[in-house]
């Protein structure tokens, strides 16, 4: 079965400082990889995903993020973060084929407050 | 285009009633999948399922618990006898296929059992 481990549950920056959150995976086989954000009061919407190639994946809202297969991680980046970015972001993965439940695993989320 | 829509929104219910909640997937998407978010803890995957029939029950608790989504009208999630510890937000997301593609979010149902 696969995990998710998200290692900053709460995180406090500055406007125009970078962001990185981290998110591993524990899984041996191939996987999809997914950051979603939910703001307050909404509902999830999907960053950006990995399904294969480039490994570095451009999402929106300026989001981007890295997938090194050899250290099981998929880290979220964003070079200047805004007052809006504030939101609760989940790091998710599924297995493609084989390897489990179709639906998603997620890890715990990173709750992510942009100050002034 | 409307999108994964889930009704209702709040849902508040006392121990040993039940709870029925409902989704309505994005047209054209066959899939669908239920989450639970627990206080505090990330979505929790619980069942997975197509038109008529469930694909993956392996995170639903064995009892209390079922889904179902008829070949005609929305997927329902229900909750018999609920407890306090059922108290959370339940998400459905839906999908136009299965094998890990992108999945659509609804807003949720945040059941409070009093």
């Known amino acids: 079965a696969q995990s998710v481990s998200q290692h900053n549950h709460h995180v406090i920056l500055s406007e125009a400082a970078s962001l990185e959150l981290g998110c591993n995976y524990s899984y041996g086989g191939t996987v999809n990889l997914f950051w979603y954000v939910q703001y307050p009061g909404q509902h999830l919407q999907l960053l950006l995903k990995y399904f294969s190639g480039d490994p570095l994946v451009k999402g929106i809202k300026g989001f981007e993020a890295e997938f090194i297969k050899s250290k099981f991680s998929f880290n979220l980046r964003k070079p200047s973060v805004q007052w809006s970015d504030t939101a609760e972001y989940f790091c998710a993965v599924n297995a493609p084929s084989g390897g489990g439940a179709d639906g998603l695993t997620f890890g715990k989320g990173t709750h992510l407050i942009i100050q002034p | 285009n409307a999108g994964v829509m889930q009704n209702p929104r709040h849902l508040v219910r006392r121990r040993g009633q039940e709870a029925r909640l409902r989704c309505s997937p994005m047209k054209g998407h066959s899939h669908v999948y239920w989450y639970r978010q627990l206080p505090e803890e990330g979505l929790k995957f619980m069942v997975y399922?197509?038109?008529?029939?469930?694909?993956?029950e392996s995170g639903m608790p064995k009892e209390r618990f079922s889904a179902e989504f008829p070949k005609e009208g929305p997927s329902i999630l229900r909750i018999q006898q609920v407890v306090r510890g059922d108290s959370a937000a339940y998400f459905c997301?839906?999908?136009?296929?299965?094998?890990?593609?992108?999945?659509?979010f609804g807003q949720g149902t945040r059941l409070t059992v009093v």
């Open positions: 399922l197509q038109k008529e029939n469930i694909i993956d």
């Open positions: 997301a839906s999908s136009p296929s299965g094998g890990g593609t992108e999945a659509f």
